[in-house]
Protein backbone atom coordinates (compact mmCIF):
# COMPACT_ATOMS: atom_id res chain seq x y z
CA UNK A 1 0.00 0.00 0.00
CA UNK A 2 1.27 3.18 -0.88
CA UNK A 3 0.49 6.13 1.03
CA UNK A 4 -2.00 9.00 -0.73
CA UNK A 5 -2.40 12.76 0.20
CA UNK A 6 -5.21 14.16 0.04
CA UNK A 7 -6.52 18.13 0.08
CA UNK A 8 -9.91 18.24 1.27
CA UNK A 9 -11.54 21.74 1.34
CA UNK A 10 -14.59 21.47 3.78
CA UNK A 11 -16.63 23.95 2.75
CA UNK A 12 -17.03 27.92 4.32
CA UNK A 13 -18.65 26.46 7.64
CA UNK A 14 -22.12 25.14 7.21
CA UNK A 15 -20.95 21.34 7.69
CA UNK A 16 -23.69 20.08 5.12
CA UNK A 17 -21.32 22.69 2.45
CA UNK A 18 -18.68 19.76 2.28
CA UNK A 19 -18.94 17.71 -1.02
CA UNK A 20 -19.89 13.66 -0.90
CA UNK A 21 -16.72 13.42 -1.80
CA UNK A 22 -14.62 15.42 0.66
CA UNK A 23 -17.00 13.59 3.15
CA UNK A 24 -15.92 9.90 1.95
CA UNK A 25 -12.40 10.54 1.35
CA UNK A 26 -12.61 11.76 4.97
CA UNK A 27 -14.44 8.73 6.51
CA UNK A 28 -11.79 6.48 4.34
CA UNK A 29 -8.42 8.68 5.88
CA UNK A 30 -6.54 6.89 8.14
CA UNK A 31 -5.19 10.33 9.41
CA UNK A 32 -6.67 13.79 9.45
CA UNK A 33 -4.20 16.79 9.38
CA UNK A 34 -6.35 19.29 11.31
CA UNK A 35 -4.13 23.02 10.32
CA UNK A 36 -4.57 25.69 12.95
CA UNK A 37 -3.33 29.00 14.10
CA UNK A 38 -0.82 29.47 17.10
CA UNK A 39 -3.78 30.93 19.49
CA UNK A 40 -6.28 28.12 18.41
CA UNK A 41 -7.45 25.86 20.85
CA UNK A 42 -8.43 23.65 17.67
CA UNK A 43 -8.52 24.51 13.98
CA UNK A 44 -12.26 25.61 12.76
CA UNK A 45 -11.72 23.13 9.85
CA UNK A 46 -11.53 20.02 11.98
CA UNK A 47 -15.04 21.19 14.30
CA UNK A 48 -16.42 21.25 11.33
CA UNK A 49 -15.37 17.45 10.63
CA UNK A 50 -16.44 16.91 14.18
CA UNK A 51 -19.84 18.06 13.55
CA UNK A 52 -20.08 15.65 10.89
CA UNK A 53 -18.23 12.62 11.89
CA UNK A 54 -17.38 10.17 14.98
CA UNK A 55 -13.66 11.10 14.31
CA UNK A 56 -11.88 7.40 14.93
CA UNK A 57 -8.88 8.54 13.03
CA UNK A 58 -5.86 10.19 14.05
CA UNK A 59 -5.86 13.52 14.17
CA UNK A 60 -2.36 15.34 13.47
CA UNK A 61 -2.97 19.24 14.02
CA UNK A 62 -0.54 21.23 12.40
CA UNK A 63 -0.09 24.36 13.49
CA UNK A 64 0.93 27.28 11.29
CA UNK A 65 1.17 30.65 12.66
CA UNK A 66 -0.42 34.03 11.72
CA UNK A 67 2.22 35.76 10.30
CA UNK A 68 3.97 37.23 6.69
CA UNK A 69 7.73 36.18 8.04
CA UNK A 70 8.29 34.18 5.28
CA UNK A 71 12.02 33.14 6.65
CA UNK A 72 9.02 31.77 10.27
CA UNK A 73 6.65 30.30 7.81
CA UNK A 74 8.84 27.97 5.95
CA UNK A 75 10.10 26.09 9.15
CA UNK A 76 6.52 25.66 10.09
CA UNK A 77 5.90 24.08 6.35
CA UNK A 78 9.25 21.63 6.43
CA UNK A 79 7.75 21.04 9.99
CA UNK A 80 4.39 19.56 8.54
CA UNK A 81 5.45 18.75 5.91
CA UNK A 82 8.20 16.00 7.37
CA UNK A 83 5.45 14.80 9.78
CA UNK A 84 3.18 14.05 6.50
CA UNK A 85 5.69 12.20 4.32
CA UNK A 86 6.77 9.74 7.01
CA UNK A 87 2.86 9.01 7.26
CA UNK A 88 2.97 8.36 3.49
CA UNK A 89 5.94 5.88 3.66
CA UNK A 90 4.31 4.35 6.13
CA UNK A 91 1.35 4.04 3.47
CA UNK A 92 -1.22 5.95 5.68
CA UNK A 93 -3.94 7.81 3.56
CA UNK A 94 -3.17 11.33 4.83
CA UNK A 95 -5.75 13.89 4.37
CA UNK A 96 -5.27 17.90 5.15
CA UNK A 97 -8.25 19.51 5.87
CA UNK A 98 -9.04 22.95 5.25
CA UNK A 99 -11.52 25.91 5.19
CA UNK A 100 -13.58 26.88 1.67
CA UNK A 101 -12.16 25.47 -0.92
CA UNK A 102 -8.60 24.21 -0.78
CA UNK A 103 -6.94 26.29 -3.89
CA UNK A 104 -8.05 29.79 -2.56
CA UNK A 105 -5.56 31.47 -0.11
CA UNK A 106 -5.25 27.96 2.00
CA UNK A 107 -2.10 26.69 3.86
CA UNK A 108 -2.84 23.50 2.08
CA UNK A 109 -1.23 24.63 -1.21
CA UNK A 110 2.19 25.65 0.37
CA UNK A 111 2.24 22.19 2.11
CA UNK A 112 1.13 20.72 -1.46
CA UNK A 113 3.87 22.44 -3.17
CA UNK A 114 6.60 20.56 -0.66
CA UNK A 115 4.60 17.65 -0.58
CA UNK A 116 4.99 17.43 -4.32
CA UNK A 117 8.43 18.06 -4.63
CA UNK A 118 9.33 15.64 -1.87
CA UNK A 119 8.73 12.30 -3.43
CA UNK A 120 6.65 10.38 -5.64
CA UNK A 121 3.32 9.99 -3.60
CA UNK A 122 0.19 10.30 -5.22
CA UNK A 123 -2.12 13.61 -4.41
CA UNK A 124 -5.28 14.67 -4.57
CA UNK A 125 -7.02 17.83 -4.25
CA UNK A 126 -10.74 17.64 -3.08
CA UNK A 127 -12.35 20.94 -4.00
CA UNK A 128 -15.03 22.95 -1.76
CA UNK A 129 -17.93 25.38 -1.94
CA UNK A 130 -15.47 28.56 -1.61
CA UNK A 131 -16.28 31.52 1.06
CA UNK A 132 -17.70 33.90 -1.55
CA UNK A 133 -20.27 31.65 -3.04
CA UNK A 134 -21.88 30.79 0.15
CA UNK A 135 -22.28 34.13 0.97
CA UNK A 136 -23.60 34.63 -2.38
CA UNK A 137 -25.96 32.50 -1.72
CA UNK A 138 -26.92 33.18 1.86
CA UNK A 139 -27.80 36.41 0.52
CA UNK A 140 -29.83 35.51 -2.17
CA UNK A 141 -27.63 37.31 -4.96
CA UNK A 142 -25.40 36.58 -8.13
CA UNK A 143 -21.61 36.86 -7.81
CA UNK A 144 -21.41 37.19 -11.22
CA UNK A 145 -23.80 37.50 -14.50
CA UNK A 146 -23.71 37.50 -18.11
CA UNK A 147 -20.43 39.34 -19.45
CA UNK A 148 -20.04 40.98 -15.83
CA UNK A 149 -15.72 40.48 -14.37
CA UNK A 150 -15.39 39.17 -11.05
CA UNK A 151 -12.31 40.34 -8.97
CA UNK A 152 -11.14 38.14 -5.61
CA UNK A 153 -8.89 40.48 -3.47
CA UNK A 154 -7.28 39.42 -0.18
CA UNK A 155 -6.45 41.41 2.66
CA UNK A 156 -5.28 44.93 1.13
CA UNK A 157 -2.44 46.59 2.03
CA UNK A 158 -1.53 48.80 -0.51
CA UNK A 159 -5.42 50.82 -1.33
CA UNK A 160 -4.06 52.43 -4.32
CA UNK A 161 -4.91 49.17 -6.81
CA UNK A 162 -8.06 48.53 -5.05
CA UNK A 163 -9.89 51.44 -6.38
CA UNK A 164 -8.63 50.94 -9.90
CA UNK A 165 -10.48 47.79 -9.68
CA UNK A 166 -13.62 48.79 -7.96
CA UNK A 167 -13.68 50.93 -11.11
CA UNK A 168 -13.76 48.25 -13.65
CA UNK A 169 -14.69 45.40 -12.20
CA UNK A 170 -18.71 45.11 -11.69
CA UNK A 171 -18.73 42.48 -8.98
CA UNK A 172 -15.17 42.72 -6.76
CA UNK A 173 -15.38 40.16 -3.28
CA UNK A 174 -12.82 41.54 -0.70
CA UNK A 175 -11.30 38.50 1.59
CA UNK A 176 -10.02 38.70 5.55
CA UNK A 177 -11.26 42.56 5.52
CA UNK A 178 -10.87 42.30 9.16
CA UNK A 179 -7.81 44.53 10.01
CA UNK A 180 -8.59 47.64 7.50
CA UNK A 181 -12.30 47.36 7.49
CA UNK A 182 -12.23 51.13 8.08
CA UNK A 183 -9.85 52.27 5.48
CA UNK A 184 -11.43 49.71 2.90
CA UNK A 185 -15.07 51.44 3.31
CA UNK A 186 -14.16 55.35 3.37
CA UNK A 187 -13.04 53.93 -0.06
CA UNK A 188 -16.41 52.52 -0.78
CA UNK A 189 -18.07 55.71 0.50
CA UNK A 190 -15.87 57.58 -1.80
CA UNK A 191 -16.49 55.78 -4.95
CA UNK A 192 -20.53 56.05 -4.06
CA UNK A 193 -20.34 52.02 -3.31
CA UNK A 194 -21.21 51.77 0.58
CA UNK A 195 -24.89 50.91 -0.22
CA UNK A 196 -23.81 48.29 -3.11
CA UNK A 197 -22.24 46.23 -0.92
CA UNK A 198 -22.76 43.16 1.24
CA UNK A 199 -21.10 42.33 4.89
CA UNK A 200 -20.33 39.11 5.84
CA UNK A 201 -18.80 37.09 8.85
CA UNK A 202 -18.26 33.61 9.29
CA UNK A 203 -20.88 32.82 7.38
CA UNK A 204 -22.80 29.68 7.50
CA UNK A 205 -21.52 28.89 11.21
CA UNK A 206 -24.09 29.76 13.96
CA UNK A 207 -22.61 32.93 14.75
CA UNK A 208 -22.60 33.98 11.12
CA UNK A 209 -23.27 37.66 10.46
CA UNK A 210 -24.53 39.31 6.97
CA UNK A 211 -25.53 42.85 6.36
CA UNK A 212 -26.25 44.73 2.93
CA UNK A 213 -25.29 48.28 2.58
CA UNK A 214 -22.37 49.24 5.22
CA UNK A 215 -22.93 51.56 7.93
CA UNK A 216 -21.29 55.02 7.55
CA UNK A 217 -17.98 54.97 10.10
CA UNK A 218 -18.10 56.00 13.28
CA UNK A 219 -21.72 56.70 13.96
CA UNK A 220 -23.41 53.62 12.49
CA UNK A 221 -21.04 51.01 12.59
CA UNK A 222 -21.12 49.83 16.34
CA UNK A 223 -23.34 46.58 15.46
CA UNK A 224 -20.13 45.61 12.83
CA UNK A 225 -17.87 46.77 15.98
CA UNK A 226 -17.10 43.32 17.23
CA UNK A 227 -17.89 40.79 14.17
CA UNK A 228 -15.58 43.00 11.75
CA UNK A 229 -12.70 41.55 14.13
CA UNK A 230 -13.13 38.12 12.87
CA UNK A 231 -10.96 36.83 10.67
CA UNK A 232 -13.30 35.17 8.60
CA UNK A 233 -15.40 38.28 6.98
CA UNK A 234 -15.66 39.77 3.11
CA UNK A 235 -17.17 42.51 1.69
CA UNK A 236 -19.37 41.68 -1.41
CA UNK A 237 -19.29 44.70 -4.01
CA UNK A 238 -21.85 45.12 -6.82
CA UNK A 239 -21.72 47.90 -8.90
CA UNK A 240 -24.82 46.82 -10.80
CA UNK A 241 -26.62 47.73 -7.67
CA UNK A 242 -28.49 44.45 -7.27
CA UNK A 243 -28.04 44.00 -3.34
CA UNK B 1 -47.73 24.04 3.71
CA UNK B 2 -46.16 26.94 2.06
CA UNK B 3 -43.99 26.34 -1.45
CA UNK B 4 -40.39 26.83 -1.10
CA UNK B 5 -37.84 27.64 -4.02
CA UNK B 6 -34.14 26.26 -3.65
CA UNK B 7 -31.41 27.12 -6.06
CA UNK B 8 -28.83 23.67 -6.05
CA UNK B 9 -25.47 23.62 -7.33
CA UNK B 10 -24.91 20.57 -8.01
CA UNK B 11 -21.01 21.37 -8.53
CA UNK B 12 -19.00 20.99 -11.68
CA UNK B 13 -19.07 17.67 -12.96
CA UNK B 14 -18.32 15.11 -11.03
CA UNK B 15 -21.46 14.06 -9.22
CA UNK B 16 -19.37 13.79 -6.04
CA UNK B 17 -18.51 17.20 -5.84
CA UNK B 18 -22.52 18.05 -4.51
CA UNK B 19 -22.73 19.34 -1.38
CA UNK B 20 -24.20 17.23 1.45
CA UNK B 21 -26.91 19.77 1.72
CA UNK B 22 -27.50 19.88 -1.88
CA UNK B 23 -28.17 16.02 -2.67
CA UNK B 24 -30.41 16.34 1.04
CA UNK B 25 -32.40 19.29 -0.91
CA UNK B 26 -32.82 17.20 -3.94
CA UNK B 27 -33.92 14.17 -2.53
CA UNK B 28 -36.65 16.33 -0.38
CA UNK B 29 -37.71 18.28 -3.14
CA UNK B 30 -41.04 17.65 -4.91
CA UNK B 31 -40.66 19.20 -7.89
CA UNK B 32 -37.20 19.63 -9.96
CA UNK B 33 -36.01 22.38 -12.10
CA UNK B 34 -33.71 21.65 -15.01
CA UNK B 35 -32.46 24.17 -17.35
CA UNK B 36 -31.46 23.28 -21.17
CA UNK B 37 -30.51 25.00 -23.60
CA UNK B 38 -32.87 24.32 -26.96
CA UNK B 39 -29.93 22.09 -28.38
CA UNK B 40 -29.42 20.09 -25.06
CA UNK B 41 -31.48 16.47 -25.40
CA UNK B 42 -31.25 16.88 -21.17
CA UNK B 43 -29.22 19.72 -18.76
CA UNK B 44 -25.93 18.36 -18.01
CA UNK B 45 -26.99 19.48 -14.22
CA UNK B 46 -29.97 16.98 -14.61
CA UNK B 47 -27.42 14.06 -16.17
CA UNK B 48 -25.26 14.73 -12.63
CA UNK B 49 -28.56 14.29 -10.69
CA UNK B 50 -29.75 11.58 -12.46
CA UNK B 51 -26.21 9.21 -11.62
CA UNK B 52 -26.47 10.47 -8.02
CA UNK B 53 -30.97 9.67 -7.14
CA UNK B 54 -33.16 7.46 -8.47
CA UNK B 55 -35.37 10.28 -9.38
CA UNK B 56 -38.87 9.95 -8.51
CA UNK B 57 -39.97 13.80 -8.28
CA UNK B 58 -41.66 15.73 -11.04
CA UNK B 59 -39.10 17.23 -13.20
CA UNK B 60 -40.03 20.40 -15.10
CA UNK B 61 -37.40 20.80 -17.74
CA UNK B 62 -37.31 24.92 -18.65
CA UNK B 63 -35.27 25.95 -21.73
CA UNK B 64 -33.20 29.39 -21.96
CA UNK B 65 -32.07 29.52 -25.26
CA UNK B 66 -28.35 30.12 -26.14
CA UNK B 67 -28.40 34.35 -26.81
CA UNK B 68 -28.12 37.42 -26.14
CA UNK B 69 -31.33 38.80 -27.09
CA UNK B 70 -32.76 40.21 -24.01
CA UNK B 71 -35.88 40.34 -25.04
CA UNK B 72 -36.33 36.98 -26.09
CA UNK B 73 -34.62 36.04 -22.77
CA UNK B 74 -36.88 37.94 -20.77
CA UNK B 75 -39.47 35.97 -22.64
CA UNK B 76 -38.40 32.26 -21.67
CA UNK B 77 -37.37 33.62 -17.97
CA UNK B 78 -41.12 34.69 -17.35
CA UNK B 79 -42.85 31.80 -18.52
CA UNK B 80 -40.26 29.72 -16.18
CA UNK B 81 -41.36 31.74 -13.58
CA UNK B 82 -44.92 31.83 -14.39
CA UNK B 83 -44.26 27.82 -13.79
CA UNK B 84 -42.22 27.73 -10.69
CA UNK B 85 -44.81 30.56 -9.44
CA UNK B 86 -48.19 27.86 -9.81
CA UNK B 87 -45.79 24.73 -8.18
CA UNK B 88 -44.96 27.28 -5.20
CA UNK B 89 -48.68 28.34 -4.67
CA UNK B 90 -49.84 24.54 -4.63
CA UNK B 91 -47.22 24.29 -1.67
CA UNK B 92 -44.54 22.46 -3.71
CA UNK B 93 -40.38 22.32 -2.82
CA UNK B 94 -39.21 23.05 -6.00
CA UNK B 95 -35.34 23.03 -6.33
CA UNK B 96 -34.22 24.57 -9.56
CA UNK B 97 -30.77 22.61 -10.30
CA UNK B 98 -27.47 24.21 -11.86
CA UNK B 99 -24.27 23.54 -12.83
CA UNK B 100 -21.57 24.75 -10.78
CA UNK B 101 -21.85 27.39 -7.97
CA UNK B 102 -25.40 28.93 -8.52
CA UNK B 103 -24.28 32.50 -7.64
CA UNK B 104 -21.41 32.28 -10.81
CA UNK B 105 -22.81 33.23 -14.20
CA UNK B 106 -26.40 30.66 -13.90
CA UNK B 107 -29.65 31.16 -15.48
CA UNK B 108 -30.67 30.65 -11.95
CA UNK B 109 -29.99 33.87 -10.85
CA UNK B 110 -31.85 35.58 -13.28
CA UNK B 111 -34.87 33.28 -12.10
CA UNK B 112 -34.25 33.90 -8.77
CA UNK B 113 -34.71 37.71 -9.35
CA UNK B 114 -38.01 37.43 -10.53
CA UNK B 115 -39.37 34.78 -8.49
CA UNK B 116 -38.25 36.92 -5.11
CA UNK B 117 -40.00 40.13 -6.82
CA UNK B 118 -43.27 38.37 -7.59
CA UNK B 119 -43.93 37.18 -4.15
CA UNK B 120 -43.13 36.12 -0.40
CA UNK B 121 -42.22 32.27 -1.02
CA UNK B 122 -38.93 31.82 0.82
CA UNK B 123 -35.74 31.35 -1.04
CA UNK B 124 -32.86 29.44 -0.38
CA UNK B 125 -29.84 29.13 -2.50
CA UNK B 126 -26.99 26.10 -1.76
CA UNK B 127 -23.57 27.42 -3.10
CA UNK B 128 -21.82 24.42 -4.80
CA UNK B 129 -18.05 24.04 -5.79
CA UNK B 130 -17.67 26.21 -8.87
CA UNK B 131 -15.82 25.39 -11.80
CA UNK B 132 -13.04 26.98 -11.89
CA UNK B 133 -11.92 25.95 -8.38
CA UNK B 134 -12.79 22.23 -9.55
CA UNK B 135 -9.73 22.53 -12.41
CA UNK B 136 -7.61 23.84 -9.94
CA UNK B 137 -8.28 20.74 -8.03
CA UNK B 138 -7.73 18.78 -10.40
CA UNK B 139 -4.11 20.31 -11.67
CA UNK B 140 -3.56 20.19 -7.57
CA UNK B 141 -2.69 24.05 -8.56
CA UNK B 142 -3.46 27.13 -6.22
CA UNK B 143 -5.59 29.88 -7.73
CA UNK B 144 -4.71 32.10 -5.57
CA UNK B 145 -2.22 32.43 -2.08
CA UNK B 146 -1.01 35.11 -0.03
CA UNK B 147 -1.66 38.37 -0.84
CA UNK B 148 -2.55 37.63 -4.50
CA UNK B 149 -5.32 38.67 -6.70
CA UNK B 150 -8.25 36.23 -8.35
CA UNK B 151 -9.57 38.11 -11.64
CA UNK B 152 -12.97 35.83 -13.41
CA UNK B 153 -13.53 37.12 -16.61
CA UNK B 154 -16.55 35.54 -18.71
CA UNK B 155 -16.52 34.74 -22.79
CA UNK B 156 -14.89 37.89 -23.34
CA UNK B 157 -16.07 39.87 -26.52
CA UNK B 158 -13.89 43.29 -26.33
CA UNK B 159 -10.51 41.92 -25.55
CA UNK B 160 -8.60 45.23 -24.60
CA UNK B 161 -9.42 45.03 -20.83
CA UNK B 162 -8.08 41.56 -21.17
CA UNK B 163 -4.55 42.64 -21.50
CA UNK B 164 -4.83 45.08 -18.65
CA UNK B 165 -5.93 42.59 -16.36
CA UNK B 166 -3.79 40.15 -17.12
CA UNK B 167 -1.04 42.29 -16.41
CA UNK B 168 -2.34 43.37 -13.23
CA UNK B 169 -3.37 40.47 -11.50
CA UNK B 170 -1.45 37.69 -10.73
CA UNK B 171 -4.23 34.96 -11.35
CA UNK B 172 -7.02 34.84 -14.14
CA UNK B 173 -9.38 32.63 -14.95
CA UNK B 174 -11.23 32.69 -18.31
CA UNK B 175 -14.92 31.78 -18.45
CA UNK B 176 -16.41 29.58 -21.11
CA UNK B 177 -13.58 30.66 -24.08
CA UNK B 178 -14.25 28.10 -26.56
CA UNK B 179 -15.45 31.04 -28.56
CA UNK B 180 -12.24 33.15 -28.81
CA UNK B 181 -9.87 30.79 -28.13
CA UNK B 182 -7.39 31.55 -31.25
CA UNK B 183 -7.31 35.14 -29.68
CA UNK B 184 -6.91 34.72 -26.23
CA UNK B 185 -3.80 32.20 -26.88
CA UNK B 186 -2.27 35.11 -29.27
CA UNK B 187 -2.98 37.69 -26.29
CA UNK B 188 -1.43 35.14 -23.86
CA UNK B 189 1.48 34.69 -26.10
CA UNK B 190 2.81 38.43 -26.79
CA UNK B 191 2.63 38.27 -22.61
CA UNK B 192 4.98 35.78 -22.30
CA UNK B 193 1.93 33.80 -20.43
CA UNK B 194 1.24 30.79 -22.90
CA UNK B 195 3.32 28.27 -20.63
CA UNK B 196 1.69 29.52 -17.79
CA UNK B 197 -1.53 28.88 -18.51
CA UNK B 198 -4.06 25.58 -18.04
CA UNK B 199 -6.83 24.45 -19.88
CA UNK B 200 -9.21 22.71 -18.86
CA UNK B 201 -12.79 21.53 -20.51
CA UNK B 202 -15.42 19.78 -18.46
CA UNK B 203 -13.36 18.96 -15.77
CA UNK B 204 -14.85 16.10 -13.53
CA UNK B 205 -16.82 14.82 -16.32
CA UNK B 206 -15.53 11.31 -18.27
CA UNK B 207 -14.51 13.13 -20.94
CA UNK B 208 -12.89 15.45 -19.27
CA UNK B 209 -9.50 17.51 -20.40
CA UNK B 210 -6.81 18.85 -18.47
CA UNK B 211 -3.49 20.49 -19.75
CA UNK B 212 -0.45 22.52 -18.66
CA UNK B 213 0.86 25.01 -20.79
CA UNK B 214 -1.32 26.01 -24.23
CA UNK B 215 0.18 24.70 -27.41
CA UNK B 216 1.31 27.84 -29.61
CA UNK B 217 -1.26 27.94 -32.90
CA UNK B 218 -1.51 26.60 -35.10
CA UNK B 219 0.44 23.84 -35.55
CA UNK B 220 0.31 22.18 -32.08
CA UNK B 221 -3.17 22.49 -31.19
CA UNK B 222 -4.77 20.00 -32.97
CA UNK B 223 -5.49 17.93 -29.96
CA UNK B 224 -6.97 21.07 -28.61
CA UNK B 225 -9.04 21.43 -32.43
CA UNK B 226 -12.09 19.62 -30.63
CA UNK B 227 -11.94 20.38 -26.67
CA UNK B 228 -11.96 23.98 -27.44
CA UNK B 229 -14.89 23.88 -29.16
CA UNK B 230 -16.82 22.99 -25.52
CA UNK B 231 -19.10 25.55 -23.92
CA UNK B 232 -17.14 24.35 -20.72
CA UNK B 233 -13.89 25.51 -21.19
CA UNK B 234 -12.08 27.69 -19.23
CA UNK B 235 -7.77 28.68 -18.91
CA UNK B 236 -6.18 29.27 -15.83
CA UNK B 237 -3.59 31.95 -16.04
CA UNK B 238 -0.87 32.02 -13.09
CA UNK B 239 1.76 34.91 -13.81
CA UNK B 240 3.38 33.39 -10.77
CA UNK B 241 4.67 30.64 -12.66
CA UNK B 242 3.55 27.78 -10.45
CA UNK B 243 2.19 25.49 -13.37
Known sequence: MKGVFYGVG???GDPELITLKGYRVLREADVICSPKSRAEKEGIAL???RSLLDIKQKVLELTFPM?????????????AVRQILSLL???????????GDPSLYSTYTYVLKKIKQAGSYPVETIPGVASFCACAAAANI?????????AIIPAVKDLDPLRLVLQN????????????YPAVVKILAELGLKDQAIYASRCGMPDGFLK?????????????????????SLIIVKRSNYV
Chains 1, 2 share one sequence.
Open 10 to 12: VGP
Open 47 to 49: SIV
Open 67 to 79: TNDKVELELYWDK
Open 89 to 99: KEGKKVAFITL
Open 142 to 150: PLAEGDEKL
Open 169 to 180: FENVVLMKIARN
Open 212 to 232: AGLPTLPEEMEELEEVQKDYL
